[in-house]
């Protein structure tokens, strides 16, 4: 007994129909870019971290390991942290490395408050000549610290601040930048706020605190990141300022292991780490607000 078949409808099509396969975008990358971007990305990596692996490295070889032969390990046949010790015993290095938080935290504080106040002023108050500062600020970012670090010195000189720890942190406890960068942050929130917060009799340091400093978190760990960097690994200007060894910061006195110790530079290498972990413990503290901030948006819902 035969069965026999439906006959297909009128109009349809008889042949089977092949699974649809998804379109590549024209923003779609192929499998050779993302292996091309991918290989970027190692060799950046490469070249960022590798000198600092490198360093960490070194400062733990022992003393026994050749440090120039033809083919140097990268890990450490004796590992030691007695090079850290040397470094400490040879120069005050704890007393370099707290003459340079002073200067860190007062170039912070005097970042944050400054450059706050400024930003806020240039972004929200209307006054005669704001364009005319703003324009100022924006002309002082053109000319190199090079150019101006003479002036400074006779300023910070005649102020009777020299070889000391303010005269050091006083140049940079407000900068041009980081007040443009404020005024960024402050002029992303809504007018709207403010308007709405001036109908409820709030005077401008209210609208400040209330309003402006919580829209802007973000931006301020971003400034209190790269000013402790900037005041940390600040080499030049306390140089020509500071006299007094007992006064040095600690990229100065670190150059005291460069001369002493030209031929070991398992001890270069520990100081070196000793200056740099500072900045990875301040950057680890703040980057979470910073990427809060971002994700948060100008406004918070």
């Known amino acids: ?80 942290l007695g090079n850290y010790g040397k470094v400490a015993d040879t120069i005050p290095v704890w007393t370099y490395a707290l003459n340079s938080l002073l200067v860190a935290a007062v170039c912070i504080a005097g970042n944050v408050v400054g450059c706050t106040l400024a930003g806020y002023a240039l972004a929200r108050l209307r006054f005669r000549g704001a364009k005319l500062v703003l324009g100022l600020f924006l002309a002082t970012l053109v000319l190199p610290g090079e150019v101006t670090i003479v002036s400074q010195y006779v300023l910070v000189r005649g102020l009777g601040l020299a070889d000391s720890l303010v005269g050091v942190a006083l140049p940079g406890a407000i900068a041009m930048l980081n007040v443009l960068l404020m005024r960024t942050a402050f002029a992303a929130v809504p007018v709207e706020l403010d308007q709405a917060a001036l109908v409820d009799g709030a005077n401008v340091w209210q609208r400040l605190w209330h309003i402006g400093l919580p829209n802007v978190r973000g931006m301020l760990s971003v400034i209190v990141i790269f000013t402790f960097i900037g005041a940390w690994d600040d080499f030049l200007w ?48 703040c980057q979470r607000f910073f990427f809060k901030g971002v994700e948060e948006g100008a406004v918070k819902g």
């Open 1 to 80: 007994m035969t069965t026999l078949r439906p006959a297909p409808a009128r109009g349809s099509d008889a042949r089977p129909r092949r699974a649809a396969t998804p379109s590549r975008g024209f923003n779609t990358p192929t499998r050779a870019q993302t292996a091309a971007r991918y290989l970027l990305l190692l060799l950046v990596l490469l070249l960022v971290v590798g000198p600092f692996l490198w360093q960490l490295s070194t400062s733990l070889k022992g003393p026994t390991e050749d440090v120039y032969t033809r083919t140097p390990t990268f890990l450490p046949e004796q590992p030691t």
């Open 238 to 285: 306390p140089l020509i300022v500071l006299n007094d060894p007992q006064k040095y910061t600690l990229t100065v006195g670190l150059q005291y292991l460069n001369g002493t110790f030209s031929a070991n530079p398992r001890l270069i290498a520990a100081g070196t780490m000793i200056a740099f972990l500072p900045i990875v413990v301040v950057f680890a503290v």
